[in-house]
């Protein structure tokens, strides 16, 4: 089984496949009579169609080593992962190449970081490594197909960094 070791997630690692949801210095602006900092505008929502929608996610967690199996995107719309909670979550993705993943790069968050891939970014399912395994989901709704999924020939083996 091919090999995929996770790296910390960071804005400048990820930056090609979208961005990274994470409370980091300074905020934009105080609100609420300066009780409430405004970290302002930090993912570039993209639908082609269709208007965004938020919906909750509850997945089952998993474990590393993690079989990856599958990947999808959706060519018509980002899709930002906010957890729900405080533990930190696989973040899988690939680049394109000629319409199919290439090699795929595996990111754990902190704990306090979410995503948002950018239309047509081939990523992995949402995969909480801990229960609860909830999330707020922003991404398109809108008429027609908005998923498509690759299926690997031979997985890959997601493993935590040494």
């Known amino acids: ?84 909670t405080e533990h930190p979550f696989l973040v899988i993705v690939a680049p394109d190449e000629g319409g199919v993943p290439g090699t795929p790069r595996a990111f754990l968050t902190n704990g306090a970081q979410g995503v948002n891939y950018r239309r047509g970014v081939w990523h992995g399912v949402c995969t909480p490594l801990h229960a609860p395994g909830r999330f707020a989901v922003i991404d398109r709704i809108g008429a027609g197909p908005n998923l498509q999924e690759h299926w690997f020939e031979d997985p890959w083996h997601v493993v935590a960094a040494r």
Do not use: W
Request: glycine letters at 10%; a negative charge; one cysteine or more.
């Open 1 to 84: 089984m091919r090999r995929v070791e996770t790296e910390p997630l960071t804005a400048e690692t990820f930056a090609f496949f979208g961005e990274v949801l994470e409370v980091e210095g300074a905020p934009d602006k105080l609100i609420n009579r300066g009780l409430c900092g405004r970290f302002h505008d930090r993912a570039d929502l993209d639908f082609g169609d269709g208007r965004a929608g938020l919906s909750l996610f509850d997945a089952q967690p998993r474990g590393l080593p993690y079989t990856l199996d599958m990947v999808e995107r959706h060519p018509d719309g980002s899709q930002a992962f906010v957890p729900m």
